[in-house]
Structures are given as C-alpha cells and as structure tokens.
C-alpha cells in the first residue's frame, strides 16, 4: 500500500512539474544594453533626501557615494533651506560621475520576491517585462520556477550582473524535480537533485508538493548548501504538508495563499471543497482557496 502510494504521489509530482515548466515559447532574450551611462568607478548623488528603508524618517541634505557598485558613505551636508556645506561633502575621484539630485529623493530598489520573466503566453519579450520592473523601481526579482529553463534565466542574470543587458539583479529557482532523468520518489534521490541544482548555479528551488520524507530531505539539503526555497503548497499535497510543516523543515519563503489555511484548521485537515470542484479548474483554485 504504501509503495503504491509513493508511486501515485510521485506520478502527481512529475504531473505538477510539467505544467510549471511547460511554455509555448521562451520569449526573445533582451538584448545588449543602449540606454543609460556608467558605469564607473565612483557616483556621488549630491543633495538628495534619503529614505533608507529601515523605517527611519526622511534624512538629507546627503551626499551619498557609490563605488564598485556599492554605497561606500552617506554624508550628511547641510539642514534644509540652508546652503550645504561645502566643506562637508565627499570629493569627487578622476573618472568619477557626480548627480544633483536637490529636491528629490532617494530609496532602495524594490525587491520582487515573486516575478516570472514570462514568455509567448504573456505577449511580452524579456526586455519589455525588465524594463517594466527597472520603470517601477524594481531592482531584484526572484524568479519562482525559472519557467523559460534554468540555463535561459542564468544567462540573464549573469548579463544583468555585467551590466550589458537592460535588467534588475536576477535570483533564479528551479521547480524542484525539473529534469530529473525519472520520479524523485526516494529521499536520497531528493537530495541529489537538490545537490545538482546547486551545481548548475540555481539560487534556490521552488517546490509544488511532495511526501513528507522527500519534502524534509530536500529541504534539508538545500538548507545546508545555504540556498533559499520558495513553495506553492499544492492543494494536492496539503492534506500531509502543510506551511507550518515547511517552516518547521527550513522553508525560507511562502508562496500564494495554499497552505496557509490549512496549517490554521484546528477542528479538521483540509477545507471543505465544493461537490463540483475540480483542482484543474483554476477559478475553482483561487475563488475557494481556504474557504471554510
């Protein structure tokens, strides 16, 4: 019975794997970046009013220095409605790039945590969907699945990283089980593919389902490899996993609302599902998620 189980749950996780990974098309690559100036070796944005993202009120004048990618001082210049101090303000290097930005402000770059790149499907290439992001603000993107193929995705982060391609900072997650040459239906075998992913350069996994052993293990493993995890808790697996099975294993991210209600249940399992639903049925997915 139980070897039979494992088989069906394991026949549902390659079923659920497929439609993550299945696209009509990967959509166009972006391509080399025209727009914009720099990099270089040092930028000062003079005069701008910071808001660090700390829940810190609104700071500035400051003059805040760039090098290597990275803010290396933030100077504090002046009071408001005063002339700044010149004497109080980092001095531009050889090569160097300076910004007025008085009267603006200055924040860090959004971090979104859940963005598919997309493809065909959506009617969008890759450089409409980064440019998008970069026009909000948005720096960083997880992408959850890598759905236009782990090799397609890494590519465009490494471009990104380099600055040759218009894009924000890519982190990239793999479903996990994709391209396993069959079922992972052992906890050995989890680990593995967990252990072949990190190879290939995956910033982390992004799981739909599986047994309880096999979700331990592979989580496990990737904890120990230091690599991140995001899970959208299939309906078809919540009644034996649920999110507070995933915290307690080291889940580092909850995707979507699924799992959720179900760890919150203290009088039953899972919700009570409608006579006609049907989990193929995506409005039937999302209008009774967590419904009592």
Do not use: C
């Amino acid at each position: 019975m139980r070897r039979n189980l494992t088989l069906f749950l394991s026949i549902i996780q390659v079923f659920l794997v497929s439609i993550a990974i299945a696209q009509p098309a990967t959509p166009l690559k972006a391509p080399p970046r025209q727009e914009g100036e720099g990099p270089w070796d040092q930028l000062i944005i003079r005069g701008v009013t910071l808001i660090n993202g700390t829940l810190a009120p609104p700071l500035g004048p400051v003059d805040i220095v760039v090098e290597k990618n990275r803010i290396v001082n933030i100077q504090t210049v002046g009071t408001p409605g005063l002339p700044v101090n010149a004497d109080r303000r980092p001095k531009l290097k050889p090569g160097g790039k300076e910004l007025n930005a008085e009267g603006m402000y200055l924040l860090p770059g959004f971090v979104d945590t859940h963005g598919h790149i997309g493809g065909a499907a959506q009617g969008a290439n890759a450089e409409y969907v980064f440019k998008l992001w970069m026009g909000h603000g948005i720096t960083t993107i997880a992408e959850p699945g890598s759905m236009n193929g782990l090799d397609w995705v890494l590519d465009q982060k490494n471009k990104s990283n380099k600055n040759e391609i218009t894009a924000p900072r890519i982190k990239a997650f793999t479903v996990f089980g994709a391209k396993a040459a069959s079922p992972v239906s052992t906890p050995e075998q989890a680990r593995q593919w967990v252990r072949d992913n990190a190879k290939q350069g995956a910033d982390g996994i992004k799981f739909f389902g599986a047994s309880p052993e096999i979700m331990s293990a592979a989580l496990d493993e990737n904890k120990k490899l230091g690599l991140r995890s995001k899970m959208h808790h299939s309906q078809t697996y919540v009644g034996g996993w649920n999110v507070l099975n995933s915290a307690r294993a080291g889940l580092t991210s909850m995707e979507h609302w699924y799992g959720l209600p179900e760890a919150m249940f203290t009088d039953r399992t899972v919700q009570n599902y409608s006579l006609d639903y049907n989990y193929q049925n995506e409005q039937d997915r999302f209008g009774e998620a967590g419904t009592l």
